[in-house]
């Protein structure tokens, strides 16, 4: 019996602990992966509320966000956020969901029009609903400061959560490909005064990723891409709030984006994720530009004229290495080049790891290609012709870029 009265009481105090809030700021999808990772938030869950008709399914939930049936209110997308109260609070997670969006666009939240992805909050007790329209004219007052029109959020008590199919919880998790919208005005409560808070263009060519918190392909775009990238075209990361001078007709809405940038100006983007293929073929244009001759080697298979005036500069290079011209990732010691008399760089071996090699039956002949491994350009052909009996690594100059030995720092 002790036992059981214990328990309950452990029942008792676990639940006096939790409280549920719903937010709906847009596609529901970005909003719920955002509250998951904030502290003390015990569940998010992705489903539709605020409307007057039962059981909105997402196919309803479309269909009535233009035209809905006369005396219908439709449903808009929501995140129920259920939080320890001893570890968050409401007052913290109110404030989150007004930075995360921007609560003037009536029915809309940038690209993502319609009735379902009005902004809106749905308080589950008067604590809440006080600190709601507290907040809401507190950020109201910063948001016109900063010209921006009047809140729109629909503010009232919760009277029914429905949670969104299957497919929708976790999307942004189980979707390996795909942005999250990033609807922030860049309004904040509480501004920081951060040195160096805005980055300003670099002049030349320069890239810069914008990202988000809590964004999974900003992260994965991190890990595969930023992270791994040593060329000598600088690349930076910022969000779209600390842009200061540039010249950028993409609207930024959506995480990643990354703009390909000179001398301030933006000279072309994408928007989404972008895998290593896309992203350096996208460098490609950027660097090389379509029409040379390096980017028709490293993206068509092609090959440098023999003798060309690359060749001629890089042959009788002094002691060093020879990188990757887009990746900058060292592919070729000049202790393994040697003189073949071909007219091409000729190397014994490649860096350990930095190259792939692939069977190539191109032009009715069966060779070896050899492709930069992070990058995956073109870099030539690999034959069993050289000296002693060795592989003779066959390597157009033209995608390569040289650095004597000491000055190698970024490997």
């Not at 990772?37 to 007057?52: P, R």
């Not at 808070?197 to 670099?202: A, D, G, H, N, Y």
């Not at 988000?212 to 890990?223: G, L, Q, S, T, V």
């Not at 692939?358 to 030539?380: C, F, P, Q």
């Amino acid at each position: 019996m002790k036992k059981l009265l214990l328990l309950l009481a452990i029942s008792i105090s676990m639940y006096a602990k939790t409280e549920t809030i719903v937010f709906g700021a847009g596609c529901f999808w970005g909003v719920e992966k955002y509250f998951e990772q904030v502290e003390g938030v015990i569940d998010a869950k992705s489903g539709y509320a605020g409307g007057n008709y039962p059981n909105p399914t997402y196919k309803t939930v479309l269909k009535y966000r233009k035209n809905a049936p006369q005396n219908t209110i439709n449903h808009t997308e929501v995140v129920e956020v259920t939080f320890d109260n001893q570890k968050t609070d409401a007052q913290k997670l109110i404030r989150e969901f007004w930075e995360l969006h921007n609560p003037t666009q009536g029915d809309r939240q940038g690209n993502d029009i319609g009735n379902n992805y009005r902004s809106a909050l749905f308080y589950t007790n008067e604590t809440q609903k006080k600190i709601a329209l507290e907040t809401k004219d507190e950020y109201q007052k910063l948001l016109s400061k900063e010209g921006f029109g009047k809140i729109t959020t629909q503010i009232e008590p919760l009277t029914k959560f429905y949670n969104a199919e299957d497919y929708h919880q976790d999307y942004l998790q189980r979707n390996p490909f795909g942005y999250c919208p990033n609807h922030r005005t860049g309004v904040k409560f509480e501004k920081k005064k951060e040195k160096h808070s805005f980055i300003e263009p670099l002049g030349g060519k320069e890239i810069v990723v914008i990202d988000a918190p809590f964004c999974p392909y900003c992260e994965k775009f991190e890990k595969n891409i930023t992270s791994l990238y040593k060329g000598d075209i600088p690349l930076r990361t910022a969000n779209s709030d600390k842009l200061k001078g540039f010249d950028i007709k993409t609207e930024l809405i959506a995480t990643p984006t990354i703009l390909f940038i000179k001398d301030g100006k933006e000279i072309h983007s994408h928007v989404g994720y972008m895998d290593k293929k896309d992203f350096y073929k996208a460098l490609g244009e950027f660097k090389l530009g379509t029409g040379s001759e390096a980017f028709n080697v490293a993206f068509n298979q092609g090959t440098d004229g023999r003798y060309c005036k690359q060749y001629d500069i890089f042959k009788n290079t002094p002691d060093g290495v020879f990188v990757d011209k887009l990746s900058g990732d060292i592919l070729f010691d000049t202790k393994d080049r040697f003189n073949s008399h071909s007219g091409w760089l000729s190397f014994f071996k490649a860096v350990d790891g930095s190259t792939i090699e692939k069977k190539d039956t191109s032009y009715g002949m069966v060779r070896v290609e050899v492709i930069a491994k992070n990058s995956g350009v073109h870099l030539g052909h690999v034959f069993n012709d050289a000296p002693g009996g060795k592989q003779r690594f066959c390597i157009n100059a033209t995608v390569l870029d040289f650095i004597p030995r000491g000055k190698i720092t970024n490997n």
